[in-house]
């Protein structure tokens, strides 16, 4: 068997592996691992590579950003943020038809802005929102497709661990990742909106109302929120001007938000504890996943696989929209039963130099901006797709008396939005690229 046969059957192996639940970093690990023998031909390089492998990997400075906006996540739900957006949220826009609902997907947008995980923001707001849009008389399928939809803006709003790990892996600057992040996320917390607004205009018995807050008791809210406000824009807005590094950023905003913690009482000896220990946890399971991959990807690159694909690709004549359609296509569908990380680790070293060999009409790196944003796009459309999406079965360990089916039905609206944000962002890369061209 040829070195490009082996790198060809690795990938089903992989995924073989993972639907027979070995964990994805292990599964990447073990046979990255065991297809450079192969290529190699002998072990003796293979434990050479194993000595400088992980250190390799893990001495990266960039990566130090990871437990930093995971313990940043941590800090600001012992805080009491997502209460504190949800409420702020609602009172403003609850007594609309369908605002408890819109309510929830800007609080989603607000806590995935200090949270950076998808999975995390959907099971952090549904045990705020789920309560609140029940007791407002809202049909079950729309309160969980909305949830579940409102926690993919955790990993597509900045900061997001998963677009640092895009950053590095590709080669780019994590400010610039961030940047081209912003206006997409906004965009698609505005067209959730829209959607619910849409559902509720078509189907009114699918929404309650609640009653109208008078305005001194709105503004005494909103100051409950100031300080999450504050710590976004003095993290986020200090990476963009430079003041300080995206891992200065982390460190600040966890800083800041360990602070607004223990202010609000949320913090002590006892829950400081499990939040390090969570912490740990959720970066012990990233790094590994970093590692598995870079195995992997060590293999792919020594088998030649990536780079003959492309080649091949640009052999066959086909359009460069209907390549990327068709790789977009792919997250979809694999999104629905592995994480964004993974996928992107898994798949960003294959088709990567397919997409930087093809002709966008931009420079290099700004298709690789361009590409970045629209996989983390896609493969968060996957995690709501019935009728595996993980963030479906997230909202409904929550809500288990309504059944899957309302929440499928629930969700394909906002699907379908996604669907159509994908085809404006690939038709108009200039949305996406409005503020690193503005900043550059």
Known sequence: ???????????????????LRMPIGLAMLLVGLGGSVLVFGDAMPLLQQIKTLAYGQFANHSLTIVPLFLLMGQFATLGGMSQALFRAAEAFLGHRKGGVAMAAIGACAGFGSICGSSLATAATMGQVAL????????????????????GTLGILIPPSVVLVIYAI???????????AAFVPGILAALSYMGVISLVVHLKPELAGQMARVPWKERFAILALVWPVVLIFLVV?????????????????????????????GGLNRRTLASTIDGTATGTAMVFMIVLGAAAYNNFLALSGLPQELAMWVGDQGYAPLVVLGAILLFYVVMGCVMDSLSMILLTVPIFFPMIQG???????????????????????????????????????????DIPIKDTYKGVMPFVSMDLLRVVLLVAFPAITLLIPRLTG
């Open 358 to 400: 093809m002709d966008f009409g931009m420079t290099p790196d700004e298709t690789a901006i361009w590409f970045g944003i629209l996989v983390l796009i896609v493969v968060e459309v996957g995690l709501i797709t019935p009728p595996v999406g993980m963030n479906l079965f997230v909202i409904q360990s929550m809500a288990p």
């Open 169 to 179: 892996l590709t080669e780019q600057n994590i400010a610039v990742m961030f940047a």
């Open 131 to 150: 309560p609140e849009l029940r007791r407002a008389g809202y049909d079950g399928g729309l309160a969980t497709g909305a949830l579940a939809a409102g």
């Open 236 to 264: 986020v807005g200090g990476i963009y001007t430079g003041i300080f590094t995206p891992t200065e950023g982390a460190a600040v905003g966890a800083i800041a938000t360990g602070t607004l913690a223990w202010l609000r």
């Open 1 to 19: 068997m040829s070195e490009l046969q082996i790198a060809a059957w690795s990938f089903p192996l992989v995924l073989v592996l993972i639907f």
